[in-house]
């Protein structure tokens, strides 16, 4: 799939393939020992049942408070409803025209993009995409042309969630786009790789594509900006 160079929807939420994208997961904390309910015993004093059991007692309550903590940070969160990310995706590509041989290879080209955007998954298994920063970069032999795609705010898709296996649908009908992710353990960072060759526009050569996304959960409304390079 030619993810910076295709239709900017399909694109951009194809970006985030293996992501991974409410508010940023926070592990519950566990609780100290309360020193009011520990007796300070001293040399010479005589010791009670009740002062022992307050002792005891609250000692139990802050190691099972802790056993808890321990295995809800191990159990992780994977589940990205309600959840927001902002990711980066960038992209190099290689061009090979037809009309290449090794006599003539100056019928090739480069490319190299980048996109930056918000996603927010609802709770209703709805979500939308803003794209922040959507530039590329093409080289050929004639010069070096740079683009930038027109930006949007709060594109709509849908998605399905079966453990870590993320599933979006872009679009309606026989153009809508399926773009399967995977998430990580906790759902707060998400890494991904992808290639693709497809023919140019022209169909006069093909682009051979490798792309990188990175997305990382921020708290519910927190802005991207200063997290990635634009």
């Known amino acids: ?11 951009a939420l194809g970006l985030t393939l293996g992501l991974a994208l409410g ?3 926070t592990p519950s904390l566990a609780a100290p020992v309360v020193g009011s ?9 005589t010791l009670s049942s009740a002062d022992m059991n307050t002792t005891i007692n609250a000692l139990v309550t802050a190691i099972n408070d802790n056993a808890a903590s321990i295995a809800t940070l191990e159990a992780g969160n994977s589940n ?26 100056l019928a090739m080209g480069a490319s190299v993009g980048a996109f930056v955007g918000k996603v927010v998954f609802g709770v209703d298994n ?8 959507d530039y590329y970069q093409d ?13 949007f705010d709060n594109e709509p898709f849908t998605w399905t969630q079966t453990g870590n296996k993320l599933t979006l649908t872009i679009g309606d009908g026989a153009t809508a786009e399926v773009v399967s992710l ?10 991904t790789g992808n290639g693709a060759t497809e023919p140019d526009d022209s169909n006069s050569g093909l682009w051979h ?6 997305a990382i959960e921020v708290a519910a409304g927190e802005t991207c900006a200063g997290m990635f390079t634009f």
């Open 126 to 133: 709805t979500g939308s995409l803003t794209a922040l920063s």
């Open 23 to 25: 508010t940023l997961t």
């Open 37 to 45: 309910a520990v007796t300070q015993f001293e040399s010479g004093t």
């Open 1 to 11: 799939m030619k993810l910076l160079h295709t239709d900017i929807t399909s694109r």
């Open 80 to 105: 990205v409803a309600g959840r927001e990310y902002c990711l980066k995706s960038s992209e190099i590509g290689f061009y090979v025209s037809n009309e290449a041989t090794p006599d003539t290879p």
């Open 209 to 214: 594509y490798t792309d990188t996304t990175i």
């Open 139 to 151: 080289g050929f032999p004639t010069g070096v042309a740079d683009s930038s795609e027109a930006l």
């Open 182 to 191: 995977g998430v990580s353990k906790s759902g707060e960072v998400a890494l």
